[in-house]
Nanobody
Framework: ERQLVESGGGSVQPGGSLRLSCSIS????????MAWFRQTPGIGREGIAA???????AYADSVQGRFTISLDNAKATLYLEMNSLKPDDSGMYYC?????????????????????WGQGTQVTVSS
């Protein structure tokens, strides 16, 4: 069973930065989508950033220019660098991955496409 473990969440003031990490229990060299999702009460789970095998990236409009997703294949670790944080960025952040037997156009911010999820890490932005 594939396991994902997030870390790096915490409390930060508006304008601050955090880096989330997601350790993945298997090689990340095959065809994949990997992504970060945020869940907040009343909004539900929304896709924040995604990356695919070809290093193409997609971002939600709300985080474009402030957040950066990256993958270290050697460490099988997915990252989310978050800068200029706002109170609206608060929530539980989940990493998710899905692997394909062939190349697929992407990546995607749709949660329905992801098969494996971490347990989440809380981010709170407040003064």
């Amino acid at each position: 069973e594939r396991q994902l473990v997030e870390s790096g969440g915490g409390s930060v003031q508006p304008g601050g930065s955090l880096r989330l990490s997601c350790s993945i229990s298997e090689s990340t060299t095959s065809n994949y989508f990997m992504a970060w999702f945020r869940q907040t009460p009343g909004i539900g789970r929304e896709g924040i950033a995604a990356i695919n095998t070809d290093d193409k990236r997609a971002y939600a409009d709300s985080v474009q220019g402030r957040f950066t997703i990256s993958l270290d294949n050697a460490k099988a670790t997915l990252y989310l660098e978050m800068n200029s944080l706002k109170p609206d960025d608060s929530g539980m952040y989940y990493c998710a991955v899905t692997f394909f037997p062939f190349r697929v156009n992407g990546p995607s911010l749709s949660a329905s496409l992801y098969n494996d999820w971490g347990q989440g890490t809380q981010v709170t932005v407040s003064s």
